[in-house]
Structures are given as structure tokens and as C-alpha cells.
């Protein structure tokens, strides 16, 4: 089974940097990615990043691009989001998910980790 835990949220001033983890265990990753998703009050959760275990690709929706960093360390199964010039509208529950390079869908969630971003 897999199990991803998020840690890291917290609250930052507008133009401040937080980074968030999620360390990943019940598998052998190197056939996954790793997603970050968002969720605001009122919203739907929406895609923010992803990392593919498998070559170390990344993606990134346009609203964080050049603002945040997804990255990987394979020894420690864990996936960061570096988070950078952070705006009010970044505040969100912050979720982290897993699926197989073959799945079209995330087929693994965290908990989450709250980031709220004050003026």
C-alpha cells in the first residue's frame, strides 16, 4: 500500500518562500509520478506541479511556472515542492499524489498540508 505524507505548509508573508515534502513508502517509485495538487476554499483542487520518478521530468501549471520547483531525492522517497514569491492567491490546502507512468489518473493521496499566504 502506499502511503504519502505532506509536511512543510505553514503561513508565509506575500513574496516569502516555503517548501514543502512529501515522503513516499510501500513501493518502489522509480516507475511513478509525483504530483502536486491545490485546493482553495470555494475551489477545485487543481494540478500545480509533477515529477516523474522515471527520467526526472517535470511539470508545471502556468499560474507557479518560474515561481516553484519540484524535485526528487530518491534515497529518501521524498518529492519537494520549492515554493518561491509566494502570492495570496497560492493559499490552498496542498496535496501530494502518486501514479504509475502507465495511469491516467492519481491513484494515491496524502493528507495534505495547509499554506496560507498573508498580505
Known amino acids: 500500500q502506499v502511503h504519502l505524507v505532506e509536511s512543510g505548509g505553514g503561513l508565509v508573508q506575500a513574496g516569502g518562500s516555503l517548501r514543502l515534502s512529501c515522503a513516499a513508502s510501500?513501493?518502489?517509485?522509480?516507475?511513478?509520478?509525483m504530483g502536486w495538487f491545490r485546493q482553495a476554499p470555494g475551489k477545485e483542487r487543481e494540478f500545480v506541479a509533477a515529477?516523474?520518478?522515471?527520467?526526472?521530468?517535470?511539470s508545471y501549471s502556468d499560474s507557479v511556472k518560474g515561481r516553484f520547483t519540484v524535485s526528487g531525492d530518491n534515497a529518501k522517497n521524498t518529492v519537494y515542492l520549492q515554493m518561491n514569491s509566494l502570492k495570496t492567491e497560492d493559499t490552498a490546502v496542498y496535496y501530494c499524489?502518486?501514479?504509475?507512468?502507465?495511469?491516467?489518473?492519481?491513484?494515491?493521496w496524502g493528507q495534505g498540508t495547509q499554506v496560507t499566504v498573508s498580505s
Open positions: 515529477f516523474n520518478w522515471s527520467g526526472g521530468s517535470t
Open positions: 499524489a502518486a501514479k504509475t507512468i502507465w495511469s491516467n489518473r492519481y491513484e494515491y
Open positions: 510501500g513501493r518502489t517509485f522509480s516507475t511513478y509520478v
